[in-house]
């Protein structure tokens, strides 16, 4: 549930997520969200006007305030990226914090009209944002992607992208072209990044990625032909891994952590 143009009760126990920058301010108590009722907050009185509430949490509402590139003031508080708050809560915290991202990334971007350069005003009944001189109604933007485990007997396929740091290697991913399905999106990836067909593409499940809006549509399949290649570009190195010796990974609370487990888990059958 995303909800605009609100009026919070002061003593309303609730959770909240501040954004400055693309960081998120944090307390050690609770990474990435601060627990408190309006009035205990003086620091947010600026910005309340234009909080959105983003979901519920542990039967309190979740509420987004955005500092935009200002940096908040509060103590013993420092702020930290939403990577960095994956590994220290819960998936469904990190969920609400995700969609709080994704909404604040969306009030920056479209304070004017795309097709007008008009100045934009928030819709009262849904989260969207219209211009009131050509009519012309935005939406947030969500880019589907897709990613895939590909499996070859207790082997699997892992690739390290020039981004990945740590020596992590990952699953193969890409975003999905115009026109395109999302199988056919799977097959040209594979192909593009490291040079090789699969067969027996079976979806596994979906997450929404606040990096910075993306929709991660998963899925397994198996070896069929070709030798690795990697591309250069995307990909640096890439090869077969055993599922006893795998390299670093992505976090089990990724969608790429969670197909790496599922493909080993279909391969001790």
């Known amino acids: 549930m995303i909800v605009q143009n609100l009026k919070i009760p002061a003593d309303q126990s609730a959770w909240w997520f501040v954004f400055s920058g693309n960081q998120l301010l944090q307390v050690e108590s609770t990474p990435g969200v601060i627990q408190a009722c309006r009035q205990e907050l003086d620091f947010i009185h600026p910005y309340i006007a234009?909080?959105?509430?983003v979901g519920h949490y542990?039967?309190?509402?979740?509420?987004?305030?955005?500092?935009?590139?200002?940096e908040p003031q509060y103590p013993s508080a420092e702020l930290a990226g939403l990577r960095?708050?994956?590994?220290?809560?819960?998936?469904?915290?990190?969920?609400?914090?995700?969609?709080?991202?994704?909404?604040?990334?969306?009030?920056r971007t479209h304070r004017f009209c795309g097709q007008c350069g008009s100045a934009t005003n928030k819709v009262d009944w849904e989260l969207a944002v219209q211009c009131h001189v050509c009519q012309h109604r935005c939406y947030p933007r969500i880019s589907p992607c897709i990613i895939v485990a590909i499996r070859n007997g207790k082997q699997i396929l892992l690739a390290q992208g020039k981004h990945h740091k740590?020596?992590?290697?990952s699953t193969l991913a890409g975003?999905?072209?115009?026109?395109?399905?999302?199988?056919?999106?799977v097959h040209r990836e594979v192909m593009e990044e490291v040079g090789v067909k699969i067969k027996n593409?079976?979806?596994?499940?979906?997450?929404?990625?606040?990096?910075?809006?993306?929709?991660?549509m998963g899925y397994i399949a198996d070896y069929d032909s070709g030798d690795i290649t990697p591309d250069g570009h995307e990909i640096i190195k890439a090869d077969w891994f055993d599922f006893d010796n795998l390299p670093?990974?992505?976090?089990?609370?990724?969608?790429?952590?969670?197909?790496?487990?599922?493909?080993?888990?279909?391969s001790d059958r």
């Open 50 to 53: 234009d909080a959105v509430q």
């Open 58 to 70: 542990q039967d309190s509402p979740c509420y987004l305030i955005d500092f935009n590139a200002e």
């Open 84 to 107: 960095d708050l994956l590994i220290k809560v819960d998936i469904e915290l990190f969920h609400i914090a995700a969609r709080a991202w994704q909404v604040a990334l969306f009030q």
């Open 166 to 169: 740590n020596d992590m290697y």
């Open 175 to 185: 975003f999905v072209e115009s026109g395109e399905s999302l199988e056919q999106a």
């Open 201 to 216: 593409l079976r979806y596994f499940s979906s997450q929404p990625w606040p990096f910075p809006h993306s929709l991660m």
């Open 248 to 266: 670093h990974i992505p976090s089990p609370y990724s969608i790429a952590g969670q197909l790496i487990a599922a493909a080993k888990e279909q």
